[in-house]
């Protein structure tokens, strides 16, 4: 008796789930079964839970197929090459040193270390294979180091392309005296991700020793990464927060908006700007920036980056459909996401077709003789009451 009660409860909140779907997409017919992806469309994210966990795709018997979503991101691997610095000299205020490099190892990236609290200095390479003949690598690339009135900040990694010069020698310049210290070498190799590039709107003010910028895009989206670009001549060293409009609040004063951090950190005129966050659906963003008793600095252009989003799953033939908008049902928990190594990495791509509200359509088809879910509660407290009886039956029998 209680199992089958057990079953009309799951079956019910099963049912309940499928019907609950907001929207659907056909998938393109597949001509052979297989490993395929599927492009999930910025407009289809903004309508989903904020895990993304409430798409199902189903064949033309409503089997439920499980799938993978893949966030598009740059993946980054570093190996450490142990070179040591020789020919160490100075000339006219600049530090020279040379590297000779393996033909297995060649290096891309050094950390420098100077024997200096302070310092600003542009950095430039040169390659060569005999030490004689010597051919520009990379210029003006920038290590600083700040130690003063509590402001603790280094950025001493500079990156160039690839070669394979046997012999690299480095210039470090600036007017101020410097000792060189060490340097780290590596190899880093980037395989970088898909992203779309997107617009937006700026407003800024300031006030109170603080500058806003605010951002507003079009439509919301789902954003990971913000590019800023600030009015060349400006030199600046501010502390920041970046933050995401998540709802509004309505008061005596009227509506107040309400913000939460999406990340924080400094700007400085001697980097790229370059803001990375979890990816977040969003479509206005905060960025705070704190002047302390400078003047405010200028923007003069932003970008931001929504990175790709792939369904990826082993598709049979024939009709499929792509639901999706329900608040009611948790993230799936498919065995497949133990085998992603098993997935090929070139899949065939298939396209979803046009957006189709079913919220209202749906409750027709499936139960064309009832106009509201009131049963259904009474359903379910009717069984709980019968699950409570058989429970005390036994405690007392016991």
Excluded at 94 to 102: D, G, M, P, R, V
Excluded at 176 to 200: C, N, R, W, Y
Excluded at 331 to 347: A, G, M, R, V
Excluded at 358 to 381: S, V
Aim: aromatic share 12%.
């Amino acid at each position: 008796m209680k199992k089958s009660i057990a079953l009309i409860v799951f079956s019910l909140l099963g049912y309940q789930g499928f019907a609950q779907f907001k929207f659907e997409r056909k998938v393109d017919k597949v001509a052979n079964a297989g490993w395929h992806q599927v492009i999930i469309p910025n407009q289809l994210l903004t309508k989903l839970n904020a895990d993304f966990g409430d798409i199902r795709i189903y064949d033309a018997s409503r089997n439920e197929i499980p799938y993978l979503l893949k966030i598009s991101q740059d993946e980054t691997a570093q190996s450490d090459i142990p070179l040591k610095a020789y020919n160490l000299s100075k000339k006219n205020d600049a530090l020279f040193f040379t590297i000779k490099q393996s033909e297995k190892s060649l290096a891309n990236q050094a950390t420098m270390e100077l024997n200096k609290r302070n310092y600003d200095c542009l950095v430039k390479i040169d390659g060569s294979n005999d030490e004689q003949e010597w051919f520009e690598v990379a210029s003006r690339l920038r290590i600083v180091s700040i130690n003063d009135q509590g402001i603790q900040y280094k950025s001493n990694t500079v990156s160039w392309p690839s070669s394979n010069f046997q012999f690299l020698r480095f210039q470090v310049s600036n007017t101020s005296p410097k000792e060189f210290g060490s340097i780290a070498l590596s190899q880093v190799v980037t395989q970088h991700g898909m992203f779309d590039s997107l617009s937006a709107s700026v407003q800024s003010k300031t006030e109170n020793k603080v500058t806003e910028f605010n951002f507003r895009f079009s439509e919301s989206a789902f954003i990971s990464k913000l590019k800023l670009q600030f009015d060349a001549g400006q030199k600046f060293y501010r502390n920041f927060t970046l933050e995401v409009l998540k709802d509004s609040v309505k008061t005596e004063k009227g509506w107040v908006p309400n913000y939460y951090t999406l990340q924080s950190g400094v700007l400085a005129s001697f980097q790229n700007n370059f803001i990375d966050f979890n990816p977040t659906v969003l479509q206005q963003l905060r960025l705070i920036v704190y002047n302390l008793d400078n003047p405010p600095i200028k923007l003069s252009a932003a970008q931001a980056f929504s990175p790709r989003v792939t369904l990826v799953a082993q598709l049979p033939q024939g009709d499929l459909l792509l639901k999706y908008g329900n608040d009611r049902i948790s993230k799936p928990n498919y065995d497949l996401s133990h085998f992603t190594n098993e997935i090929p990495s070139q899949l065939p791509l298939v396209r979803l077709q046009n957006e189709q509200s079913i919220a209202a359509e749906a409750a027709e088809k499936e139960a064309p003789w009832f106009k509201n879910q009131n049963w259904l509660w009474a359903a379910m407290l009717l069984i709980l009451g019968l699950l409570g009886y058989f429970t005390f039956t036994m405690i007392r029998k016991a």
